[in-house]
């Protein structure tokens, strides 16, 4: 009976973290303009996919979506990160991800669908 409610259990708390990791904001990080930033002091990283960006270039942003982190995250410029994301949950995990990767995400613009980028955190 314990080994079946721990079988449960496992699967249970993956999904709850799961959530965690997409839905939930990590604080200290807050929305900007992109047009507010100084390209000098921090380091512009578009997260969003190739055929995303390519429709809305920011010129100066070293664009590396996050299928691509675990290749492409140590040619990612060591200053204080501003992150452009098409919505929320690739906010929160390109986020989070760069954290564990010891990157200091500092702010963030949201780039894409508008509908998206209202709702929520």
């Known amino acids: 009976m314990i080994a ?37 002091s921090y380091a512009l990283l578009d997260v969003r996919a190739y055929n995303v960006s390519n429709n809305e270039v920011v010129s100066d942003a070293f664009n590396l979506p996050i299928s691509y982190f675990t290749r492409g995250y140590k040619e990612i410029p060591q200053k204080p990160i501003h992150l452009i994301a098409e919505n929320q949950v690739e906010k929160n995990l390109a986020t989070r991800l760069l954290h564990q990767k010891g990157f200091k ?17």
Request: with cysteine; hydrophobic share 40%; glycine share 8%.
């Open 4 to 40: 079946s409610t721990m079988l449960i259990g496992l699967p249970v708390s993956m999904a709850v973290y799961s959530v965690y990791k997409r839905h939930i904001p990590v604080s200290g990080v807050k929305q900007a303009q992109l047009n507010e930033i100084d390209g000098n």
């Open 105 to 121: 995400v500092v702010s963030y613009s949201l780039m894409g669908n508008s509908k998206m980028q209202t709702a929520c955190c």
